[in-house]
């Protein structure tokens, strides 16, 4: 079985300022990890995914995320944010059990960010 | 344009009364899934197809019924067995590979009165 934890669920921060959305997952085997974003009343959009390689992975409009296995934690950053970010943010897992991961994505509870002026 | 249509986008229905929800993709992907959002709860998975004439309860499929007999259509059917139908349905497909993403249409929010 695996689980996402987003730790927080709201992040309210001022344009321009860097902002950091938490996520831990637990998993007992390989996983691939995903964040995406929704606006309201709208689906889900991808940002970024990880698969393998590099820790760093750079996504959409200026976020990156990094993957940390001994931490077992894909943080999302981007270094400075505007009016338009302001949304939900949802970390998600799919893991490599069976040989085949279907597409199936466990989701943590999402963090909603809102960038004030 | 390909993508994953779902209708309605809003729906309003009677306590007690069975509803379809319609979704439809264009990406020729053999995975769907539909997902069920509730504030603070993030997305739980109702039910899931790997490919045409076979599908898998997920987490939440209690209350819930689904069919695909076209890889392009999975409709979902929430039933009078549902206790608390009343929250944001995602339909969602990929290739069903391993690493895949997910494509998620825009949603049907459902309301039960």
């Known amino acids: 079985a695996q689980s996402v934890t987003q730790l927080d669920s709201q992040v309210p921060v001022f344009e321009e300022a860097p902002v950091e959305l938490r996520c831990n997952y637990s998993?007992?085997?390989?996983?691939?990890l995903f964040w995406y974003v929704q606006y309201p009343n709208q689906g889900l959009q991808l940002l970024l995914k990880y698969l393998s390689g590099s820790t760093l992975v750079k996504g959409i409009n200026g976020f990156e995320a990094e993957f940390n296995k001994s931490q077992t934690s894909f943080h999302l950053r981007k270094p400075s944010v505007h009016i338009s970010d302001t949304a939900e943010y949802f970390c998600?897992?799919?893991?490599?059990?069976?040989?085949?991961?279907?597409?199936?994505?466990?989701f943590g509870q999402g963090t909603i960010l809102t960038v004030h002026p | 344009d390909g993508g994953i249509t779902q209708s309605p986008k809003y729906l309003f229905r009677k306590e007690g009364q069975n509803v379809t929800l319609s979704c439809e993709q264009n990406?020729?992907?053999?995975?769907m899934y539909w997902y069920r959002q509730d504030p603070g709860q993030g997305l739980r998975l109702i039910y899931y197809?790997?490919?045409?004439?076979?599908?898998q309860k997920g987490d939440i499929a209690e209350g819930y019924s689904v069919s695909r007999e076209k890889k392009e259509s999975f409709p979902l059917t929430v039933t009078s067995a549902q206790k608390n139908p009343t929250a944001f349905y995602l339909c969602a497909s990929s290739t069903g590979t391993q690493g895949s993403e997910a494509f998620f249409g825009q949603g049907t929010r459902l309301t039960v009165v």
């Open positions: 990406l020729n992907h053999d995975a």
């Open positions: 998600a897992v799919s893991s490599n059990a069976g040989g085949t991961s279907y597409g199936k994505l466990t």
């Open positions: 998993s007992s085997v390989s996983v691939y």
């Open positions: 197809s790997q490919i045409v004439n076979d599908f």
